[in-house]
């Protein structure tokens, strides 16, 4: 896909319900810099307009007739790949398992279906698509798919104990992890941790920007990608090992004393609320050294400065590497700051989680 040269965003608009259509269709042409070229009801509608149109981005409804917004997405990303948005009106389990697969097929987010009432869903779907119509797809389609696969493959001995920050004597300091991650992240999420087995001796605490009640969607399909157990995070709860913690909708996600779970409606960090920021700064705050921040693919700068403070506090920091996020934000401002210990892909960053579950080196 070529970089989008500056001009109108050139949207198709998928949707087998005529007044969604029609809404988001006024939605858009009230912006000047935003143009739907084409409509369609089904999946089917999506891969033809696609070819036919080349639009710099797809709005698509998940559930539809003939063929869903996962099979669709599935067919443009092998296809003609394009940046696809997801939207629903639905957030029944059938249709959280279908967006989040969809999402893994490298759909790069989801949000609600707009409403006359709720103007800020409006305004959110206008700044979501003028974001996702940069995003470079092309090179990640076959990333995210393989990466998927790849997930339980042997750990490449050879490249992690080259990697001599991550001694085993420094990783034996480690006593819990904090991720953060945006757009592309449930994906990355389900790869850097679907190696790990339920018996892992540590807790892993993610602040994932996700558009409000999606939450617990994400929690029950990474439950199913993952050994882990997943809960949304709880006010009050004592970290567990073996546990992925998932910041709930608009709580700041931050660890206390004791290890105790600290949710708070802190001011959001740039409109975000989940921030990394405040994960990460708590961990430096109470942990110091004995933890490990790791910043992966997303949007912005958010976790950056939280990133800074654990790393100054002598704690690991990871940051994605380029070719292997969806949008490559994040983790560039960690390396762009000097704040990233190592930059790697994600594989090596499921390899080095692995290497806490086998601290010798040695896979099981």
């Not at 949000?111 to 700044?127: A, G, Y």
């Not at 403070?309 to 560039?332: C, F, K, T």
């Amino acid at each position: 896909m070529k970089k989008r040269e500056r001009g109108a965003i050139n949207i198709v608009v998928i949707d087998d319900s005529a007044a969604s259509r029609n809404l988001l269709l006024g939605l858009f042409q009230s912006s000047s810099d935003l143009q739907v070229v084409g409509t369609g009801y089904n999946g089917m509608d999506a891969i033809s307009l696609v070819k036919r149109l080349h639009p710099d981005v797809v709005i698509m409804d998940i559930t539809m007739p003939k063929l869903d917004g996962l099979e669709a997405t599935k067919r443009i990303m092998r296809e003609a790949p394009t940046p696809i948005v997801l939207i629903t009106g639905s957030k029944t389990p059938q249709n959280m398992e279908l967006t989040f697969k969809a999402m893994r097929a490298g759909a790069l987010t989801v949000i609600n279906k707009p409403s006359l009432n709720d103007p800020e869903t409006c305004r959110n779907i206008v700044q979501t698509v003028r974001l996702m119509a940069d995003v470079p797809v092309i090179h990640h389609w076959r990333t995210r798919e393989e990466s998927g696969k790849s997930s339980n493959t042997p750990i490449n001995q050879e490249l992690l104990e080259s990697l001599d920050f991550l001694m085993n004597e420094r990783l034996s300091d480690i006593k819990v992890v904090g991720i953060a991650a945006s757009t592309g992240g449930p994906s990355a999420l389900a790869t850097v941790l679907g190696g790990l087995p339920k018996e892992f001796p540590l807790p892993i605490l993610a602040v994932q920007h996700i558009t409000e009640g999606f939450a617990g969607g994400l929690a029950t399909w990474l439950s199913k990608q993952i050994h882990l157990e997943v809960r949304i995070a709880v006010h009050g709860e004592k970290l567990r090992s073996g546990v992925l913690y998932l910041a709930p909708d608009d709580y700041h996600l931050q660890v206390g004393t004791l290890g105790i779970i600290e949710l708070s409606k802190d001011l959001p960090y740039k409109g975000l609320r989940p921030s990394a920021n405040n994960l990460f700064n708590s961990l430096a705050r109470i942990y110091g050294h004995h933890a490990m921040g790791i910043v992966l693919t997303g949007m912005g700068d958010d976790g950056a400065l939280g990133a800074a403070a654990l790393y100054n506090s002598r704690g690991i920091i990871i940051a994605q590497d380029e070719q292997s996020s969806v949008v490559y934000g994040m983790p560039r401002e960690v390396k762009v700051r000097n704040t990233a210990n190592q930059v790697l892909d994600l594989g090596q960053i499921a390899g080095i989680l692995n290497r806490f579950t086998h601290p010798s080196g040695s896979p099981a």
